[in-house]
């Protein structure tokens, strides 16, 4: 997705290297197509050539960039340029302010099981919910039976085509990977 982003300014002998990470929870087949991805950018840096890693979001915020750098910067000086995070964009476009004043904020996996998630849910004025995908069903419930169903939104594939926004009693049952929900129990921050 991320190279879909920036074709236009790739340029047309730019060698590229996909590093496929297998989206598993274990985490060993992760670690070694991160091991292998950062061997081959090391070969390029040990040759004098720069390498830039397209990245969706902020390559520090849930992203596999930060395995990459992890690997390499021991050796190499890495220059990272921030990006916007998802739940910065999905707030942005549902108009919905993330916190103000003393107001907490969580950003949660949906992986997590349901006692940490409500947990989360329950101790900030807002919390944001990532990763749903296959997980939408369950969490979807939990936010339900803690009756935040009126303050949750959905948000889809922010700022990319087809996205999405709406309260969470319209969204779809099955949600892609690149979605979250937003749940604000405290909707006017300007009181």
Same mark, same amino acid.
Do not use: Q
């Given at each position: 997705m991320a190279r879909g982003i920036a074709a236009a300014h790739v340029a047309a002998d730019a060698e590229e290297i996909a590093i496929d990470i297998p989206m598993t929870r274990a985490r060993e087949p992760a670690q070694e197509a991160y091991d292998a991805g950062a061997a081959r950018i090391a070969a390029h840096l040990g040759a004098g050539r720069d390498v830039v890693c397209l990245c969706e979001g902020d390559p520090m915020f849930y992203g596999s960039f930060m395995y990459l750098q992890a690997r390499l910067a021991p050796r190499f000086p890495v220059e990272i340029v921030p990006g916007v995070t998802?739940?910065?964009?999905?707030? *942005?476009?549902?108009?919905?302010?993330?916190?103000?004043?003393?107001?907490?904020?969580? #950003?949660?996996?949906?992986?997590?099981?349901?006692?940490?998630?409500?947990?989360?849910?329950? *101790?900030?004025?807002? #919390? *944001?919910?990532?990763?749903?995908?296959?997980?939408?069903?369950?969490?979807?419930?939990?936010?339900?039976?803690?009756?935040?169903?009126?303050?949750?939104?959905?948000?889809?594939?922010?700022?990319?085509?087809?996205?999405? #926004?709406?309260?969470?009693?319209? *969204?779809?049952?099955?949600?892609?990977?690149?979605?979250?929900?937003?749940?604000?129990?405290?909707?006017?921050?300007?009181?």
């Open positions: 998802s739940v910065s964009a999905a707030a *942005a476009l549902a108009r919905l302010p993330l916190s103000a004043r003393e107001g907490r904020i969580a #950003v949660l996996p949906g992986t997590l099981p349901d006692e940490a998630l409500r947990a989360g849910l329950l *101790a900030h004025e807002t #919390v *944001a919910v990532m990763k749903l995908g296959r997980h939408f069903g369950r969490v979807r419930a939990l936010v339900e039976s803690l009756d935040l169903t009126d303050r949750a939104t959905f948000v889809a594939r922010a700022t990319l085509a087809g996205e999405a #926004v709406m309260p969470l009693s319209e *969204a779809p049952k099955e949600a892609p990977y690149f979605s979250l929900l937003l749940i604000a129990k405290d909707t006017d921050p300007w009181l």
